[in-house]
Nanobody, 122 residues
Framework: QVQLVESGGGLVQAGGSLRLSCEASGRTFSIYAMGWFRQAPGKEREFVGHIRWSSRSTVYVDSVKGRFTISRDNAKNMVYLQMNSLKPEDTAVYYC???????????????WGQGTQVTVSS
């Protein structure tokens, strides 16, 4: 089992920044990639990006490229999502998730955090 706990959400004005954190514990050796997803009210949960646990290789969805950056600190079992130039359409509950594969598909992620709310005001 892997346990994931997110933190760092909040309310920010458009154009502002937030950094989300995700702490992993348990069988972290089974993780190949750590992903970030988000779910806005009335919408499907969507992939934001992921980072491979053993490297700094990252992948992002087009809508956040150049604004969001995923990083990790393996010594602390932490993954971060730095969000800059935030837009109202970024408003959602953000989830970190762990997968044994490198994937964009949420059904490939076995473990999920509880989610943290990000609200961007216009």
């Amino acid at each position: 089992q892997v346990q994931l706990v997110e933190s760092g959400g909040g309310l920010v004005q458009a154009g502002g920044s937030l950094r989300l954190s995700c702490e992993a514990s348990g069988r972290t050796f089974s993780i190949y990639a750590m992903g970030w997803f988000r779910q806005a009210p009335g919408k499907e949960r969507e992939f934001v990006g992921h980072i491979r646990w053993s490297s700094r290789s990252t992948v992002y969805v087009d809508s956040v490229k150049g604004r969001f950056t995923i990083s990790r600190d393996n010594a602390k079992n932490m993954v971060y999502l730095q969000m800059n130039s935030l837009k109202p359409e970024d408003t959602a509950v953000y989830y970190c998730a762990a997968s044994p594969a490198s994937s964009w598909a949420k059904n490939e992620y076995d473990y999920w955090g509880q989610g943290t709310q990000v609200t961007v005001s216009s």
